[in-house]
């Protein structure tokens, strides 16, 4: 996964591949038949992995808790790596490069939508857009570490998850302040 990390698909090289798994050539070969095998059985290993992770439809714990746990996740290696792919696939025009089966729904739009539901977040927000954002906040640095470092003035790694975490707390609490209010209209003109 590293050298497809690092390189993308284009980049990478098997030699490098068998000499960090200390197989031989000849085996990755055997195995995957050539390097896009090896590409497409770590892409899908990721994914799947990446859907009991992110894409769960868990939806009745409270949205922050929910973004919290996501933002912590997504700071270890692995999924960090994983979305570096991503990157690559993208860049390199990959036609498949949804992290989760076309036909599911990422979980954090579930979630967003069940909160607009129980009226914790504003039900006229866009959840697609609020799906995106929240993505946003907690991809970015990984994936535009360049651009990251520049907007936050060099802010250490530790002190920048502490200021994204506060950031998604703050923003899902204040996307609730209109909930209530337009609960009690909706429920005064039944």
Known sequence: ????????????????IV??????PRSLYYHFGSKRGVYDAVRHRLRSQHFEDFVRGVTDEPLADRLL?????????R???????????A??????????????VPGDLLAIRAAQERGEIDPDLDPNLLTLTFIAIT????????????????MPKDELLQARKELLRNLVERLGDRAPAISAEAEASR
């Open 1 to 16: 996964m590293r050298e497809f990390a690092k390189h993308g698909f284009a980049g990478a090289r098997v030699e490098r």
């Open 19 to 24: 000499s960090r798994a200390d197989v031989s």
């Open 69 to 77: 746990s996501n933002l912590d996740l997504a700071m270890t290696p």
């Open 79 to 89: 999924w960090q790596q994983w979305a570096r792919m991503l990157m690559w696939e």
């Open 91 to 104: 860049l390199d025009g990959g036609a498949d490069s949804a992290p989760y089966p076309e036909d599911t």
């Open 139 to 154: 991809f970015w640095p990984t994936m535009f570490p360049q651009s990251t470092k520049r907007l936050t003035h060099g």
